[in-house]
């Protein structure tokens, strides 16, 4: 159960590739040590306390605490802002691309009613990374790096980056909303460049434990093997609705992230138990979308308000690991829409101006580029946009997908 979870949280945030292997050894003698007595509960928890243990050990944000501050253009800094409206950014975890929902006979009439109702422009787009980490890291830093290190991409979510020093440069208050136990950002502490929304706990230990006796309950429940956790309502998208509910807020920029609807099994395996389990969270993020833009929009006509998605569900494979039980041949463009497939939708006060720069909208990356330009009402941000949006899967190489276009057999040359 926990083997494919470790091999691809260790990867992405660890910085050693052994620890995985010396994991997987010990987890595998515990289990041949109890299997025989039938104490699986004893499995459970020894297993629970490894991983919590080691996945913590590997998610130190105190690594290199002296950290270079992100590199921002002067040009980028320098030119003014038209106007300075709050700015909302509404993240729903693996929330899919309307491709995808298509191919797996989903409704998402709720979804185009609200988009409708408050005047969403959506845009068809993907993201270059199917890790949350790394893609929110990449859309905040508007670089592409392939970074793959937790604690590099952690260190640029919780502020290290282009987009937050922008704001602040022309005077914005910047707001994050997330929990102490979050499952991408456990040490809520590090969110050293941000005002943070909600009142929680600051206190380490506290978060240390909370997020090990989250591992250890999931586990006990069967749960941890998959990236569709017990999390009940997808708050942190909500206490930003709270939060903007308020009223205009001057010079604002705000995010949170909820872990609705969240991607299918890490291992890919059991694509109809694991449909099923995602499919009602599919249902309740639109419901939650619904509740959340309720609150949001209501006190706030003049905001931009962007929502987003992160990456795929990865749903029809092992598409964590590029789908590698399947053939070259196999792999359609549905493939690239399930693994990188992302949503994105923005509110524009202004639908004239937004339309003179949103043409450039083609990966979620895009989204502050476009922003700044609109508040900027001027190109010169749409030169910062990451160049090379080309995508490739790990075990199909050979594929490449760029700017919605699928090209079987591109890179032949190479295998």
Not at 38 to 55: E, W
Not at 338 to 361: I, N
Request: charged residues 25%; proline residues 5%.
């Amino acid at each position: 159960m926990l083997p494919p979870l470790i091999r691809s949280v260790i990867k992405y945030t660890g910085s050693y590739p052994c620890d995985f292997i010396f994991l997987l050894f010990i987890l595998y003698f515990i289990v041949d040590l109890f299997w025989k007595k039938k104490k699986v509960i004893i499995i459970f928890l020894l297993s629970a306390t490894l991983f919590s243990v080691f996945y913590k050990i590997n998610l130190n944000p105190d690594k290199d605490a002296d950290e270079v501050a992100a590199q921002v253009p002067e040009e980028l800094l320098a030119i003014p802002m038209k106007d300075t409206p709050t700015v909302y950014l509404f993240m729903y975890d693996s929330f899919p691309h309307k491709e995808l929902i298509n191919e797996l006979g989903l409704d998402r009439s709720g979804l185009d009613a609200l988009l409708r109702e408050y005047q969403f422009k959506e845009y068809d787009v993907y993201s270059l990374a199917y890790h949350t980490i790394a893609s929110m890291a990449q859309v905040f830093s508007v670089q592409r790096d392939d970074i793959m290190d937790g604690n590099v991409c952690r260190k640029i979510i919780v502020g290290n980056n282009l987009v937050n020093a922008v704001f602040k440069r022309h005077g914005y208050n910047n707001f994050v909303s997330a929990d102490d136990d979050h499952w991408a950002f456990p040490n809520i502490t590090y969110f050293k460049n941000y005002n943070i929304i909600s009142n929680m706990n600051k206190n380490k230990s506290s978060i240390d434990f909370a997020f090990s006796l989250r591992v250890i309950c999931s586990i006990i429940k069967g749960s941890l093997n998959t990236g569709v956790l017990s999390l009940e309502e997808g708050n942190n998208c909500f206490k930003l609705a709270k939060f903007a509910n308020r009223g205009e807020h001057e010079r604002t920029f705000a995010w949170g992230m909820s872990d609705y609807p969240g991607h299918s099994s890490i291992s890919g395996k059991g694509f109809e138990r694991e449909f099923k389990r995602w499919e009602s969270r599919y249902y309740m993020s639109i419901e939650n979308m619904k509740r959340d833009m309720k609150l949001a929009i209501s006190n706030n006509p003049s905001a931009i308000v962007i929502l987003m998605s992160d990456h795929g569900p990865v749903l029809l494979d092992d598409a964590s690991r590029g789908y590698p039980s399947l053939k070259d041949d196999q792999i359609k463009p549905i493939h690239f829409r399930d693994m990188f497939g992302a949503f994105m939708a923005v509110r524009w006060p202004d639908k004239e101006r937004a339309a003179k720069y949103d043409k450039e909208f083609n990966i979620t990356q895009d989204v502050f580029p476009v922003v700044f330009a609109y508040l900027c009402d001027s190109p010169i941000p749409l030169k910062y946009k990451i160049k090379d949006t080309a995508i490739r899967m790990r075990d199909h190489r050979n594929h490449k997908f760029d700017k919605g276009v699928f090209y079987p057999n591109f890179y032949e040359e190479e295998k």
